[in-house]
């Protein structure tokens, strides 16, 4: 199993930045592809940026421009740099990991949150 530890978040004015990091941890494991989520309050969670192996990277059209994600694969981190943020920004956001082990098994595992909340 792939433990994740989400740090970063907070709360920030409109315009503002933050930067958020994911950590795994466990035995002998690679990370395929990392996912930033966030879910809104009475929304549905949403997958906010993705980067592969290959450093294939996927934004949500909202947050284009503004965000950029990045991954360490000797750290095995995530890191999501969010610049210019807005009010409908505001949310839980939750990092992925789609993982592979030598057995082979393949997994996913989630963060547990953390809230970034953004004024106006």
């Known amino acids: 199993q792939v433990q994740l530890v989400e740090s970063g978040g907070g709360l920030v004015q409109t315009g503002g930045s933050l930067r958020l990091s994911c950590a795994a941890s466990?035995?002998?494991?690679?990370?395929n592809t990392w996912g930033w989520h966030r879910q809104a309050p009475g929304q549905q969670r949403e997958l906010v940026a993705s980067i592969t192996n290959g450093n294939s990277i996927n934004y949500l059209d909202s947050v284009k421009g503004r965000f950029t994600i990045s991954r360490d694969n000797a750290k095995n981190t995530v890191s999501l740099q969010m610049t210019n943020l807005k009010p409908e920004d505001t949310a839980v956001y939750y990092c992925?990991?789609?993982?592979?082990?030598?057995?082979?098994?393949?997994?996913?595992?989630w963060g547990q949150g953390t809230q970034v909340t953004v004024s106006s």
């Open positions: 992925e990991a789609d993982w592979i082990t030598p057995i082979p098994e393949v997994g996913r595992s």
């Open positions: 466990g035995s002998s494991f690679r990370i």
